[in-house]
């Protein structure tokens, strides 16, 4: 006899894409139950369906404003929807500033340029001046930038913040030309704004023809620039679901991003991340929590990790207090992979994290060492990704990766495999971050093992130190001033 999908909904059975699902919270998780339910299908059917995402829309990306990334944040969205007994689910919008194009003439004549994310519309026309130092400090800047356009280097600190800086200063545009060879394709301002008037039309110039323009600027010559880019206001989406069930005032908070670069379709970058929370998420309902699991889909890591950022600035310290630990997870399935933890405890990159960080390490080392029983290396806890926003918050954090830009050593060929010399992910923001392209086998590792975190965490947090409000500590300044001065940090502003 066949039964309605109505009647077992009344009945507590949930039906996902005709599958009737077995009632839900009846046995308290364990990392062994929940990593059995991960299985490399499941990855690799939603992998095919993110990258028709963006192949279907008309910007073949799933970047933030465009269709694909929006049937990206509705497919997650409707996917944990259907738990509705298991899950409060909402989105967070926030309103951005998206460069469209930009035009630049330099004394007369027309020079390459790119549109900046977050930089709005506009023209300006005026003399450029340049800024020394990279336009890190107020110090750095002329009193009265009124009526000119301001030169500015990359590298430092964000460019959101050299703008705002020349923005009050009375410029009324910016240039901004990149530390390394090539042009600033994709780039943003990477900070978001407090105020409209934080920011004026901004182009993005290489490094070539800043420096020439600076060098022309510094022998007394005149440099007179147009600059008119245009740019279109969009929102986009956070998406937070957290579990009904588990103590709501100690939360497990699990996250990637959903966006990707304009390059191409963002499969490794960040779909894989983004997939396995969202296969975690379906396969918990099976179990109960004693802590409340949250899992989030950031917005906007591309730009700037705007869209984590502006959540943690939406919260309140009490609210900051609930979460114990926030384990972030980009780039799950590298094709030239390294199984990656975060150096939370500093001792292999001397940068911790608030406490609770070194623990969460611990953890993931575990199950590489005796469940997944795999090599495993560390990473620099550097503030790249969306974690990046808790730890200065003072929030605990972790992760994994499997490696991005960066070349696999001699040393990691012997630990994984793969080819010493070449990128970890030699599709990193290009257009063959596909299905594809990925490594299936790291990948089922990395989704067990944020399985494993997310059943460990989601029954006890004893292995973490106490909770009290003078643990929530941000990370020593002193150490990230060195840090910003590195030019592994100057690489990647």
């Known amino acids: 006899m066949k039964v309605s999908v109505a009647t077992l909904a009344a009945v507590g059975v949930t039906v996902v894409n005709g599958v009737a699902i077995e009632p839900r919270g009846n046995k308290l998780v364990t990392s062994e139950g929940l990593r059995k339910l991960i299985k490399v299908k499941a990855l690799e059917e939603k992998a095919h369906l993110f990258e028709r995402f963006a192949y279907d829309s008309p910007d073949k990306n799933r970047v933030i404003g465009s269709e694909g990334h929006q049937a990206t944040i509705d497919y997650i969205t409707n996917t944990v929807k259907k738990f509705p007994k298991y899950y409060d689910v909402y989105q967070q919008p926030m309103p951005l500033s998206v460069g469209v194009s930009a035009n630049l003439t330099v004394n007369g004549e027309d020079v390459a340029v790119d549109a900046v994310g977050l930089a709005p519309g506009g023209s300006a026309s005026g003399p450029v001046v340049a800024i020394p130092n990279l336009g890190c400090e107020e110090a750095d800047f002329p009193d009265d930038l009124s009526g000119s356009i301001a030169l500015i280097a990359r590298g430092t600190c964000v460019s959101g913040e050299k703008v705002a800086f020349a923005t009050s ?51 007394g010559g005149n440099v007179t620039a147009q600059l008119t880019t245009t740019a279109k206001d969009i929102t986009t989406y956070n998406i937070i679901a957290q579990t009904k069930g588990g103590d709501q005032d100690n939360v497990i908070h699990v996250s990637g991003h959903s966006d990707s670069v304009a390059q191409g379709p963002g499969i490794n970058d960040n779909g894989s991340g983004s997939i396995s929370l969202l296969e975690i998420a379906i396969q918990l309902t099976h179990f109960s929590v004693k802590n409340a699991v949250r899992f989030s889909w950031w917005t906007a890591e591309e730009e700037g990790l705007l869209g984590a950022e502006y959540y943690v600035k939406s919260l309140n310290q009490t609210e900051k207090e609930k979460i114990r630990l926030l384990l972030d997870f980009d780039m799950m399935a590298s094709p030239n992979y390294a199984f990656q933890i975060y150096d939370g405890d500093g001792s292999a990159f001397n940068l911790t994290g608030p406490a609770g960080s070194a623990e969460a390490e611990a953890e993931f080392a575990y199950y590489f060492d005796s469940i997944a029983k795999v090599n495993h290396t560390e990473i620099e806890f550097d503030g790249r990704s969306d974690y990046g926003p808790f730890l200065d918050a003072g929030i605990a954090a972790g992760g994994i990766a499997c490696g991005a830009e960066g070349i696999k050593t001699q040393e990691e060929f012997e630990m994984f495999g793969g080819a010493a010399g070449v990128p970890y992910d030699v599709n990193y923001h290009e257009d063959g971050d596909t299905a594809n392209n990925l490594n299936y086998d790291a990948w089922i590792v990395m989704a067990r093992a944020i399985a494993h975190s997310t059943a460990t965490y989601a029954r006890s947090f004893d292995s973490l130190p106490p909770k009290n409000s003078t643990a929530i500590k941000a990370r020593s300044d002193a150490k990230m001033f060195e840090y910003k001065k590195s030019a592994r940090y100057l690489s990647m502003i």
């Open 169 to 219: 200063k009375g410029a009324i545009g910016v240039l901004i030309y990149n530390n390394v060879e090539g042009d600033l394709l994709g780039y943003s301002l990477q900070r978001y704004p407090e105020s409209d008037s934080d920011y004026v039309p901004t182009g993005g110039i290489t490094q070539a023809a800043g420096e020439g323009f600076a060098s022309l600027l510094a022998s």
